[in-house]
């Protein structure tokens, strides 16, 4: 695989769906972008052009496509759940993301059993699955579960491409209060249930609850207050809540399916791990008592499952880098925190000229999403756009410009001439360290 001056990287991605997996595509854009690289979200089936974005996932602020250059010079990624992707392109490299090994498996007996209709009458429907044919495709894996699957399938030469966690859990966990946390079992209803009854029938003293039409931010509050977070389902890769669960300040207990079984996805130790195909119901309980009764004890057994969450956003960003070979340094994107006007125009103007920043969004909360379009502010993809001599920035609200500040997206705010107030506002509300600030004064 090789990124050219004029590449482009296409992210597949289901339209107007929010999950595990499109997250972890909207967040891999994401990060191409921070890096320079020329990236879209491609999302399918593209039979309507109606905005697809999920709306969870706007707040990324990415460019999307439904039409696909398939040229030499640039690179495809598709999940592995959209396997049959691969074969709709002939001269693009492609990149085949390994998300989970199950929904792999899954997929394929899905598009075979819808086949069998079809048997005489149109080819069986293709799919990847280990050819030399395809020995020209780059796998990225980012879990140790597929690593070991695709190896003993003959796939030696995959690169890690490990996600990180949503922004809102990694923010909050080093504040979360352990002397508020309560005696609450969290289980998420639709994984492993059937143990998850089990355990309920034999002790219905203790407090269960599902995490069940909640929010993100609902999830992060209840997750906040309980101690305990159990999973017994099949892992089929690193999956998202029992890590939210984790920096939350739960103790997790799991079962050893998929990437449960060993010991780098879920470095948990092995007394908070149970095999549930010769599983001791009441010996769960008994481990949920322990933890109710010497919480920060076993608490602080977990520190390195923990920590590994923690620092998995500075290694995704690393090994984004290292798979795409990415060498240069990034410009570093700057928001103008002005608001849209005179001043904006100037210091767009400014910083255009530098070879270390670019003028990458503009902070305007009136402007960000009211549909308008003059001769200045010109609207496409549903977000808003100021027009300058050579170039254009996208207008954006200051929630959103918080969260791209802490995707490091935003690494710079410009302001002209502020006053001292207007500087302690920004940097109370961003969180902003002085060296973030850029002032200029002409």
Not at 14 to 42: D, K, T, V, W
Not at 91 to 100: E, N, T, Y
Not at 174 to 203: F, H, R, W
Not at 358 to 372: G, R, V
Request: neutral net charge.
């Amino acid at each position: 695989m090789k990124l050219y001056p004029d590449s482009k990287v296409y992210v597949l991605c289901p339209r107007n769906y929010a999950s595990g997996g499109p997250e972890l595509c909207h967040q891999l854009c994401s990060q191409l972008i921070r890096l320079n690289i020329n990236a879209f979200m491609f999302y399918i089936p593209n039979t309507s052009k109606n905005n697809p974005v999920p709306e969870v996932y706007i707040k990324y602020h990415l460019p999307y496509t439904f039409d696909l250059e398939d040229s030499e010079k640039n690179i495809f990624v598709i999940p592995e759940y959209f396997s049959e992707y691969l074969y709709t392109v002939k001269k693009i490299q492609r990149v085949f993301w390994w998300l989970s090994v199950d929904n792999y498996i899954k997929k394929i007996s899905i598009l075979l059993n819808s086949h069998l209709s079809k048997v005489m009458t149109e080819p069986t429907p293709k799919f990847f699955y280990f050819s030399k044919e395809d020995s020209n495709i780059t796998h990225f894996f980012q879990s140790e579960y597929t690593r070991q699957f695709i190896i003993i399938n003959g796939i030696t030469n995959a690169k890690s491409v490990e996600t990180c966690m949503n922004q809102n859990f990694l923010n909050y966990a080093n504040n979360v209060d352990l002397n508020k946390k309560e005696n609450i079992v969290a289980y998420n209803p639709s994984k492993g249930i059937e143990i998850t009854q089990q355990l309920i029938k034999l002790a219905p003293d203790i407090d269960w609850r599902p995490i069940k039409g909640m929010t993100v931010e609902q999830v992060k509050e209840f997750l906040t207050k309980a101690k305990v977070y159990i999973d017994f389902g099949n892992f089929p890769g690193r999956e998202r809540l029992p890590r939210e669960a984790s920096l939350m300040g739960c103790v997790v207990i799991t079962g050893k399916r998929g990437a449960a079984a060993n010991d780098i996805d879920i470095n948990i130790p092995a007394e908070f791990k149970f095999d549930d195909s010769k599983l001791n119901p009441q010996q769960v309980i008994e481990k949920i008592r322990m933890i109710f009764e010497n919480f920060v004890c076993e608490f602080n057994k977990q520190k390195a499952f923990r920590d590994k969450e923690l620092a998995a956003k500075k290694n995704f960003t690393n090994e984004v880098a290292e798979a795409f070979e990415i060498k240069n340094l990034p410009l570093l994107g700057v928001a103008i925190a002005q608001g849209v006007g005179y001043e904006s125009f100037l210091l767009a103007q400014e910083l255009s000229q530098s070879t270390i920043f670019k003028p990458s969004f503009i902070i305007d909360d009136a402007l960000a999403t009211e549909e308008i379009s003059d001769g200045f502010i010109f609207r496409e993809q549903n977000r808003n756009y100021l027009r300058t001599e050579n170039f254009s920035i996208e207008i954006i609200s200051s929630n959103d410009a918080k969260f791209l500040y802490l995707e490091e997206r935003i690494r710079k705010f410009a302001l002209l001439a502020p006053t001292k107030e207007k500087l302690a506002e920004l940097k109370n509300f961003y969180g902003a360290v002085d060296a973030d600030v850029l002032i200029f004064n002409c």
